[in-house]
């Protein structure tokens, strides 16, 4: 059995919820990890992915797990969604990805979608600009995974 903490939530959301659980995933994680800046590098991320995951579920299903291994800390939300919107994440992520400098990019995002009405992207850039998360996906037909990934030296303390 991994002695590691992690916790998994599969619920029907809405907006109001995402606070309460970046709020839960903040307390849990200064709790285990020894550098609290991780701590809330991580309840940043979870509280884009959840947002993102919260607004664009076509069936109002979302679930977030967050995985501490040895060298890397993963925050993973799933949702069903649209296929424009699977196109759509794919893209963003793929640009987010290809973007040398994280800062630069979201910048230039906020000027870009300051007119905008619909998603913007700004969280994902968010998440590898402030969080320093590397982003990812996994689609499966109608089911998208974002994946947020960053690098640890794992010292779990108890608090």
Known sequence: ????????????????LVSTVRRFTDEF????????????RLALATHEMLENAVAYATD?????RIELHE??????????TTPDRLAAVREMIDEINRTADAD???????????????????GLARIRAEAL??????????????LAT??????????
């Open 71 to 80: 060298e890397k800390l993963v925050v993973k939300t799933w949702n069903r």
């Open 104 to 122: 630069e990019y979201y910048q230039t995002q906020l000027v870009k979608t300051a007119r905008r009405t619909d998603g913007s992207g700004l």
């Open 60 to 64: 109002g299903e979302t679930a977030i």
């Open 133 to 146: 998360m590397t982003l990812g996906y996994e689609i499966d037909k109608d089911q998208l995974c974002i």
């Open 1 to 16: 059995m991994d002695p590691r903490p992690y916790f998994h939530l599969s619920f029907r959301p809405n907006i109001k």
């Open 29 to 40: 994680y200064r709790r285990v990890l020894a550098e609290q800046e991780i701590s809330a």
């Open 150 to 159: 960053t690098p640890i030296n794992v010292q779990v303390g108890a608090s």
